[in-house]
Every structure is written in C-alpha cells, then in structure tokens.
C-alpha cells in the first residue's frame, strides 16, 4: 500500500509540475511543423554560407585585379614619365628658331606626294603661361611652279594648340599641277590674325 500510495504522489507530483512549471507539450501536428521549419531553416543557412563564400571568392578576385591595374597604372606612369624627358632631351637638341618669336618653329619637313603636300612639324613656345596652351592657327604659304608660272599659294589654316611643344604630323591638298619648291610656315593667334611665328623651308 505504501508503495502504491508513493507511486501514485510522484505520477500526481510530476503532472501537477509540468501543468504549472514547464511550458506545455507540443502536439504531433505541432512537432512536425516545428521540424519542417528547423529543417527549412538549416537549408536557408546553407544558401548563405554557399552565397558568403561565392561572394568572398568574387571580392577575392576583384582585388587580385585591382592590384594587377595598379601595378600596370604604375608601369604606365613610368613610360609616360620616361617618353616625356626622351621628347624634352630631343626637343632641347633641336637647333631654335633663328626669327625667335612667342611661338618658335623649331623643325620642320615637307615633300609632294599625290598632290598632297605632305608636313611633319615641331612648335615650341618658351614664353606664356604653360599651363594655357595657345590657341591659334598654322598656316602653310606655299611657293612654286604652276601652270601660270612662278607663285605662291596659301594652303587651309590649321588650328593648334600649343602647351610646351606640339609635334604636328599630316597632308594638304595642292593646286592641280602646282609643283612647291619651299614652304612658309606661319603661327598666327587666329586666321588672317597676328603672326606669333614664321619660317621659310624646302619642299623636298
């Protein structure tokens, strides 16, 4: 009897616990859809981690670039830098404009080829501000043979714009028949404006 009577206070003990204490039994229903989110949840984790260590290789690669463009800005840099001196120590060799001038012709080359007279000139300007390029035009007067005799003829203006030195390469057309023998070569601040530089040299 007293076995039966301590059995049955423990059984009453522990329900009357876990009515009052312990937060209430979840139902087979209840318990299920607990798992299935658990589960949904575990599978939402592993998405992330899957999308972190994506992104990380992703960013991991982004700046394995971003390295290589700066070593390869660098490396730019230095050539730039390095054809920058080549063309002031080349410039610097050229013998100066014996007019002088704001703008000086410090070489130039000419020849005919197809009727186009063909130019390859150096402009340097000493004087000024270098940091406001001048602004103007070249012009080429050229001189020769034609069908009416000796002349000279002046050739479309070219606008330039000249910092230190600008190097100006490329072809004009000339009059039909025209043979030049020498060429002028004017700087003007704007077309028919004032003259800024000048030379005379042969066509080849």
């Known amino acids: 009897m007293l076995l039966l ?3 049955a206070l423990g059984v009453t003990a522990v329900l009357v616990v876990q009515e009052r204490y312990l937060p ?10 607990l798992r299935a989110e658990l589960s949904g949840l575990q599978a939402e984790r592993d998405r992330l981690q899957r999308d ?27 050539t ?3 054809l920058r001196e080549d063309v002031a120590s080349a410039l610097a060799a050229l013998p100066p404009d014996p007019r002088g001038g ?17 130019y390859d000139v150096v402009l ?32 479309k203006p070219l606008p330039v714009s000249i910092g230190h030195y600008q190097s100006l390469r490329g ?8 043979r030049p023998s020498q060429a002028t070569i004017r700087v003007l601040d704007r077309p028919d404006g004032r003259q800024q530089g000048m030379r005379v040299m042969l066509v080849k």
């Open 124 to 155: 340097s300007r000493e004087r000024g501000n270098p940091g406001r390029p001048f602004q103007g035009v070249m012009q080429f007067v050229v001189a020769g043979d034609g069908a009416r005799g000796n002349g000279s003829v002046a050739l």
């Open 5 to 7: 009577t301590g059995t």
């Open 24 to 33: 209430p039994r979840l139902s087979a229903a209840a318990s299920a859809e």
């Open 171 to 178: 072809s004009l057309p000339l009059p039909p028949d025209f």
């Open 52 to 78: 972190l260590g994506e992104a990380s290789t992703r960013l991991a690669r982004t700046e394995e670039a971003r390295r290589g463009l700066e070593q390869e800005l660098a490396g730019s840099r230095a």
């Open 80 to 82: 730039i830098a390095g």
């Open 102 to 118: 704001a703008v000086e012709v410090r070489a130039g080359r000419f020849s005919v080829d197809g009727g186009q007279l063909v």
